[in-house]
């Protein structure tokens, strides 16, 4: 097999032969037709997430040992199983669930295994779908998605559940509350597509490029702010009524979290998502007084990829914008995310 590889942190992914695996017991070998690319692939491939005052967390010092075959956004084939799996059968094509856990711990047990300590996610922990075929420990993990394109199926894997997730723990929102999402990405503006689906709240988007705010009022934001402004917290106020009743941060800054906390309404709720990293100070009395409540949101369940793919199976989620182009031209696509030169829609890698 070959596969695209981290041969130094930050430096132009290797193309490498390795031999194909064989599945034992209840794993099934993919043979690999598309793999999205994720930002999260840029802060592994770079080697590290910044943490901020508090330094790097270094994927060297959480065991990564390279060469490391990035990429989690994946549709496969089957091409072989393993002796004791089943449910699937030789060339059939599936979204692969990459948020794998060990499978034996209590977490996991539960079917919680985003909460597993000794996760094994494909392309985070094992290597992932930036090569021809790729290693699945269980069929369970295998998603139909008939219906629908392949390329788009593959970002629900990632980005599309990412989104999903943190919509789920807004809870159920009326017509008169305002969610505000912070960062018109393709995390943002997936999210603006999937809330107009599945809930009837007015929708603010926040980001610094008029741009973006433009696709996010295309995707059906009721209004946009850019966030360059010198009064944005007064405006975000004034337009929701007295602050956002949720804000999801797309972005995960020090300055979009404490943006999130200013404008928040009290009793509001924050969901924080991004990973950009770097560190803010707050006032615990902000918090208390206006009795927040704020969570972070990472991912989601394979339950979630189900119900997303269910959902948009239904024809009431648009597809997002994907640019379809060879895996050879992986390295291009994580610096075009590094830049934010990717342009509208996000890379998939084509495998033939």
Partial sequence: ??????????????????????????????????????????HVWEGY???????KMRMADRGMKLPFTLGHEIVATVAALGPEASG????????????????????CASGDELMCLQARSLGLRCDGGY?????????KYLVPYDGLSRDVACTYACSGITA???????????????????????????????????????ILAVDVSDARLDLAKAAGADAVLNSTKADIVSQIQAQTGGGPHATIDFVG?????????????????????????GSTTLAPLAITTKLLRIEGSYVGTLQDLK??????????????????????????????????????????????
């Fill in 88 to 107: 699937v059968a030789v060339g059939q094509s599936y979204i692969v669930y990459p948020w794998i856990g060990c499978g034996t711990c209590a977490a």
């Fill in 307 to 352: 119900d997303l793919v269910a959902l948009a199976q239904t024809g009431k989620l648009p597809p997002v914008a994907t640019i379809a182009m060879p895996y050879e031209r992986a390295t291009e696509a994580l610096n075009a995310l590094k830049q934010g030169t990717g342009g509208e829609g996000r890379a998939v890698l084509q495998f033939s």
């Fill in 131 to 139: 090569a021809d075929h790729v290693l699945v420990p269980d069929a």
């Fill in 253 to 277: 800054s020090g300055e979009t979290f404490a943006l999130a906390v200013d404008t928040a309404r009290r009793g509001g709720q924050i969901v924080i998502v991004g990973l950009f990293g």
């Fill in 49 to 55: 997430f910044d943490l901020g005052s508090k330094g």
């Fill in 1 to 42: 097999m070959k596969k695209l590889a981290i041969t130094q942190w930050g430096e132009p992914l290797q193309l490498l032969d390795a031999e194909t695996p064989a599945p034992q017991g209840r794993e099934v070998l993919m043979k690999t037709q598309a793999c999205g690319v994720c930002h999260s692939d840029v």
């Fill in 164 to 202: 999903y997730s943190a919509l789920k723990k807004i809870g159920t929102r009326k017509e008169s509350d305002w969610l505000c999402i912070i960062g018109c990405g393709g995390l943002g503006i997936g999210a603006i597509r999937i809330a107009k689906a599945i809930s009837p709240a007015r």
